[in-house]
């Protein structure tokens, strides 16, 4: 139940007290309450489900029953050869074995024991898809839509999606609905499909706020959501973790508070710290990130690193080593017309598809516009050290505008006005007049564009080999003819561009644990009773982003291997 926590008695005793509710945060408290403990959760904001809510919900995870329906060949072992080469020294074997040998039985676990579901899709690529052991389905699995109304007054603490990532004010959508929508006046079948989720939709409206047909990440957590209430767990909201109390190396208990309300909560066996990771600590991130911008963080408000100001005190450390201290994405900003910032993350839907390439500042490519998301941040970072690239600007002609969108921008070729007008999409009749309002040399962007052309026409890119690998020719759009599904002629006015930031995602770099997830000091030494999961944990994926899903695949994999450890359950 969602409580109050004046409504919790000074010094009630929990078994697990878990911090921090989001995707990760909610499994450890729902794996906990599922082997018969007293659980608390505490989140220090209003809504449940952190970062996790806003995404695809995409679990990467290896032999589950879904994926081998998909892919009967995969095994661990080819799972093991893929991560060890990707991942290598960055981080630790030891993590990446105990995340790939208890993954399926987490999943198992909660299917079996609660409303979570999952299913697969037939084809889901491996990010790095050349590498040894890379597949091209079965290991990502995603949660099953859910029905809102299912959580009564309780879907009002759901945190809502990005906006921006929702039709039809607050309708949310995956890739199966904008499929049918792109197509609702040309197939019958889109059609239907497409009326009935409207109707939903607008039948909702009546009612609440947004939809309450729930996907991807949304779905999950409410999943979680109506899981946890089911068996009871406590759970508060807008509430502040403010000390561990540790004694002789054990934790004790923990001090909360909730407005001008202060509790003290006895821990009988473990604090599982799921807070999100450090991207929005005050000064923490320009250590760890410098020179990147808050407004470029698309991940969720609560992510303050508040929890690790108190563990450091502890004894607990930060890992060392990763290849990168977050997870990146490709962003372009907008001011919302609230005043908020919407930082819109550049996933899949446009900047690998035909008829869209990237720029720096002199006009030049200068990375492989189709490789993964973590990827071409980290690409936009490392340029940046030589030539101008951030922001970078990600140009299309009116064709790729029309089909794909861009950001924000919808795909249609209508609906352009306010978008120009702000400032965040540039219109050119031609190509030099578009540079002219990048303000980068014209005869430099001709000659990229010119040569791209080229390259589109061949189906070779020799400079940065652009659809090379099954992932990048698999996000590409096979169906426009093109000798290359990811490279398409930029040759049709006007043309258009944005600016692209490179935005951290999620925590890389966290507090140091063994591979039962429980934090360590600085001399390798358990502190007992204490546990950190999800983006509290130093990655097991050490900074790489090899495949879909691996910030919340091991967030539910060590969430079951924390609260199984805490209570002495055998994994």
């Known amino acids: ?14 078994d697990v007290v878990v911090i921090g509710a989001g995707g990760a945060g909610m499994s450890a408290a729902l794996f906990a309450a599922i ?5 608390l959760l505490v989140e220090s904001t ?14 990467w995870i290896v032999n589950t029953p879904e994926g081998l329906s998909v892919n009967k060949t995969d095994t661990i072992a080819d799972a093991k050869t893929f991560l060890n080469a990707a991942v290598g020294s960055y981080a630790p074997e030891a993590m990446r074995e105990a995340f790939v040998n208890n993954g399926y039985k987490a999943v198992a676990h909660i299917q079996a024991n609660s409303d979570v579901k999952y299913v697969v899709r037939p084809t889901h690529p491996d990010y790095i898809s050349d590498l040894p052991g890379s597949v091209m389905r079965g290991r990502a699995i995603e949660p099953i839509s859910f029905d809102g109304r299912l959580l009564g007054e309780n879907f009002k603490y759901v945190r809502p999606p990005i906006p921006e990532f929702t039709v039809l004010g607050g309708m949310m959508v995956d890739r199966d609905d904008i499929g049918h929508l792109l197509k609702l006046t040309k197939s019958f079948k889109s059609f239907v499909y497409s009326t009935k989720i409207i109707l939903r939709h607008g039948l909702d409206r009546l009612k609440y706020s947004r939809g309450t047909r729930l996907v991807m990440g949304n779905a999950l957590i409410a999943r979680l959501l109506y899981s ?11 509430t502040k973790l403010e000390d561990i109390v540790v004694e002789n190396d054990q934790v004790k208990s923990i001090i909360v508070s909730q407005g001008d309300d202060r509790k003290e909560i006895i821990v009988n066996r473990s604090v599982i710290l799921a807070s999100g990771g450090f991207n929005r600590h005050p000064t923490r991130r320009q250590e760890m990130l410098p020179g990147i911008s808050p407004d470029w963080c698309p991940a969720a408000p609560g992510h303050k690193g508040a929890a690790h100001d108190i563990v450091l005190k502890k004894g607990a450390t930060y890992g060392e080593g990763a ?3 977050a997870f990146w994405a490709p962003v372009s900003i907008r001011r919302r017309a609230d005043g908020s910032t919407a930082a819109f993350p550049h996933f899949i839907m446009d900047r ?3 008829g869209m390439l990237t720029v720096n500042q002199k006009g030049e490519r200068f990375l492989n516009e189709s490789t993964s998301y973590h990827l071409f941040g980290v690409a936009m970072q490392a340029a940046n050290k030589t030539t101008p690239s951030i922001p970078a600007y990600l140009v299309c002609d009116a064709e790729a505008i029309k089909k794909y969108g861009l950001g924000m921008v919808r795909p249609g070729g209508k609906g352009f006005d306010a978008f120009i007008k702000e400032g965040y999409l540039k219109e050119g009749a031609t190509i030099a007049e578009l540079a002219g309002k990048l303000n980068v040399d014209t005869a430099v962007l001709e000659k990229t564009i010119s040569e791209f052309n080229q390259y589109a026409r061949d189906g070779v890119d020799p400079i940065f080999n652009r659809g090379t690998t099954d992932y990048q020719r698999f996000n590409g759009d096979a169906t426009r ?5 990811c490279l398409g002629e930029l040759k049709v006015g006007p043309f258009y561009a944005v600016q692209l930031y490179p935005g951290d995602i999620g925590a890389a770099t966290g507090l140091v644990t063994n591979d039962k997830a429980q934090v360590l000091n600085k001399d390798k030494a358990v502190i007992n009773g204490l546990y950190a ?11 790489t982003y090899p495949g879909p899903g691996i910030t919340i695949g091991p967030g539910l994999t060590f969430a079951y291997i924390a609260a199984r450890t805490s209570l002495d359950k055998p994994l």
């Open 481 to 485: 003819g093109t000798a290359n599904p």
């Open 1 to 14: 139940m969602i409580l109050n926590l004046k409504n919790i008695p000074e010094k009630t005793a929990f």
């Open 228 to 238: 946890l209430l089911k068996k009871g767990v406590s759970i508060v909201v807008s």
């Open 46 to 59: 209003e809504y449940v489900g952190g970062t996790t809510a806003y995404s695809a919900g995409t679990t």
């Open 323 to 325: 290849m990168s201290n």
């Open 533 to 543: 999961v999800g983006n509290d944990m130093q990655s097991v994926m050490g900074g």
């Open 35 to 39: 082997d018969g403990a007293k659980v």
């Open 352 to 354: 690998g598809k035909p």
